[in-house]
């Protein structure tokens, strides 16, 4: 098939498989939804305390269980069946998800109960993470892997941004409530579409001699001695920690800054959302990855100085046209790594190097949410996030080198 063709046909291709059809229908929407009810949960945490440390420290609850949980779910995705996991997994989360529905309609919501069901929404992520990532090669041909690796790196990661902006839209017209009412809903249907796959059978893996610990040593070893995994995950690791805990803040940064509520919020948000979807579609129809090591390292460019330009701007409406550059920067250098990442793992390994890959694009916002939230209390909201800006221009010019290297082994490797 030629460049031209997969260029023009990536997206229809990949969407004439019936089992993808079925899959991505429940997976968008629901991925939408939980990053929503992020937001509606540190939009009540802000009005219940307006504490920017608070807002940092729910991020934090919400998103370090995939630094706790990723070694056990990055195993259990390699060593078990990937949909029976599925099934287990989102039935947790649709209970989970109707609980707190059920309190907020009783009103017994409470910024203690808001920590709590961030921390459990959080596991429910961290162990659902690395399978729903590596079920994507059962449900293609090996032909139309990359579109598919591309459109799942786009949902995985324009969720975060959409999500929240159609939260910030709802919460304008409405309360929290039906955001918790609508993400059970989306979380029961995404439950449905796994009830409906027909998948070919999961080879039979045997245990390895090395046991349950020695089989994530064993992917943690695979994955830092990887010339293209491993610096591919310490750029984002980096990129992560020091600019993404800016969404976390964002209910803060719209009352506190530019003295909106959540009418501001919304605008913030949507535009991030905007930005997000339109660099998926972009480059799930590339459908390739060659070129995608320089793209990657122009993006963090790019969204290093519209970030340190948001921190310093007092003009909302270049705040919102800051955000939309964002949103798009973010899901594009995140989607690009994510969909590297999984050309090139071994298929033993997958489950676990995609856990890893959850370690440290969630993980490490987690802890920088929690820093910047520290941090704003002492300096206000600008300077902590302008700082790590500054601070990521480093990393840039780190990964500008790293990328040539990266190029080469995926040209060596044969992948296209």
């Not at 949960?41 to 630094?67: C, H, K, N, R, Y």
């Not at 090395?210 to 995950?233: C, E, S, T, W």
């Not at 250098?333 to 090139?344: D, R």
């Amino acid at each position: 098939m030629t460049d031209q063709a997969q260029r023009r046909g990536g997206l229809r291709r990949v969407f004439s498989h019936r089992n993808f059809v079925i899959f991505a229908s429940g997976n968008f929407p629901s991925q939408i939804g939980v990053w929503a009810q992020r937001m509606a949960l540190g939009v009540l945490a802000w009005q219940m305390t307006e504490s920017p440390f608070m807002l940092g420290l729910l991020g934090f609850v919400d998103l370090i269980p995939i630094i706790l949980l990723s070694p056990v779910s990055g195993y259990i995705t390699d060593r078990f069946d990937r949909l029976t996991l599925a099934k287990l997994i989102m039935s947790m989360n649709v209970i989970v998800t109707a609980t707190l529905a059920t309190l907020a309609y009783a009103g017994l919501l409470n910024i203690n109960l808001l920590l709590l069901f961030a921390f459990l929404t959080g596991i429910d992520h961290a162990l659902f993470q690395p399978v729903r990532s590596v079920i994507i090669s059962s449900l293609v041909s090996r032909a139309d892997l990359t579109a598919a690796i591309a459109i799942n790196g786009f949902s995985w990661n324009s969720a975060r941004f959409i999500g929240p902006a159609i939260a910030g839209i709802v919460l304008k017209f409405a309360d929290a409530n039906i955001i918790f009412l609508a993400n059970t809903f989306l979380y029961s249907w995404f439950l449905l579409s796994f009830w409906v796959l027909r998948l070919p059978p999961q080879p039979v893996r045997t245990p390895s001699k090395l046991g349950m610990k020695g089989d994530i040593a064993a992917g943690y070893r695979h994955v830092f001695r990887h010339p293209v995994i491993g610096p591919l995950l310490a750029i984002l690791a980096c990129a992560s920690f020091l600019t993404r805990p800016v969404v976390e803040l964002l209910p803060g940064i719209a009352e506190g800054v530019f003295g909106r509520g959540p009418d501001g919020l919304a605008w913030l948000l949507s535009a991030m959302g905007i930005g997000a979807m339109a660099s998926g579609f972009w480059i799930a129809q590339r459908g390739k990855i060659d070129g995608l090591p320089q793209i990657t390292t122009n993006t963090l460019l790019s969204g290093v100085l519209v970030l340190i330009l948001f921190a310093c701007t007092d003009r909302f409406e270049v705040a919102v046209l800051c955000m939309a550059a964002i949103g798009f920067q973010y899901s594009l250098y995140a989607t690009c790594i994510q969909t590297m990442v999984q050309s090139v793992a071994e298929e033993n390994m997958r489950g676990r190097v995609l856990a890893l890959y959850g370690v440290t694009w969630i993980g490490c916002a987690a802890v920088g949410s929690l820093v910047m939230g520290a941090l704003s209390e002492w300096f206000g909201l600008r300077i902590p996030i302008g700082a790590g800006g500054v601070v990521c221009l480093l990393v840039w010019l780190w990964a500008s080198r790293v990328q040539k290297r990266v190029a080469a082994e995926l040209d060596r490797l044969g992948i296209k």
